[in-house]
């Protein structure tokens, strides 16, 4: 049982919007620190987004900060990535990952992630 | 912003060691992890706190950080082993995950 999966991508016209989501299974979600990681194509990983177990604390990478917003539900055992005015260069396949407390912790699940094109 | 510096490819022979190295201003004081990405696939951490390791992790993998400069080392180097590492650290001063630029190793 693959515990995390990614949906949503696409493609999508510079400007638009688009969230991503992804399910978790086998582990105990709200325990997790979630992140989103992006990797351009033929380029290396660029870590985005990160929330903590309980969505209090929210942290982006500069290149996204005021256009992505991070958010989790746990009932539901999900994360969300909504992504605002995407830009060309926001085109990537995006990993969510999971990583216990403290912030310093490694990513030790990924899913497989999703392709998203940002394009006219 | 944390910047951490890795060589964009190293080579080894078959049964040779591997170093690939991770740069970043004292990264000594940080907790580095490495991860492992073969092509079409997600990362897989292989090293994590500086040099402990997941289970399912061969031995051979094994990693050092002292100074400025953090290290993994990959023993008796296997044609597998064939993949794109990136070191990886939470940068505190910015409250940034931060990502080495990765390092293809190649296996000749």
């Known amino acids: 049982q693959v515990p995390l999966v990614e949906s949503g991508g696409g493609v999508v016209q510079p400007g638009r919007s688009l969230r991503l989501s992804c399910a978790a299974s086998g582990f105990t979600f709200s325990s997790f620190a979630m992140h989103w990681v992006r990797q351009a194509p033929g380029k290396g990983l660029e870590w985005v987004a990160l929330?903590?177990?309980?969505?209090?604390?929210?942290y982006y990478a500069d290149s996204v900060k005021g256009r992505f917003t991070v958010s989790r539900d746990n009932s539901k055992n999900t994360l969300y990535l909504q992504m605002n005015s995407l830009r060309a260069e926001d085109t990537a396949v995006y990993y969510c990952?999971?990583?216990?407390?403290?912030?310093?912790?490694?990513?030790?699940?990924w899913g497989q992630g999703t392709l998203v094109t940002v394009s006219s | 912003s944390y910047v951490l510096a890795q060589p964009p490819s190293v080579s080894v022979a078959p049964g040779q060691t591997a170093s690939i190295t991770c740069g970043g201003n004292n990264i000594g004081y940080k907790s580095v992890h490495w991860y492992q990405q073969r092509p079409g696939q997600a990362p897989v951490v292989v090293v994590y706190?500086?040099?402990d390791r997941p289970s399912g992790i061969p031995e051979r993998f094994s990693g050092s950080s002292s100074g400025n400069t953090a290290t993994l080392t990959i023993s008796r180097v296997e044609a597998g082993d064939e993949a794109d590492y990136y070191c990886q650290v939470w940068d505190s001063s910015s409250d940034h995950q931060v990502f080495g630029g990765g390092t293809k190793l190649t296996v000749l």
């Open positions: 929330i903590s177990f309980d969505g209090r604390n929210k």
């Open positions: 990952a999971s990583s216990m407390i403290p912030l310093w912790s490694p990513f030790d699940y």
């Open positions: 706190d500086d040099s």
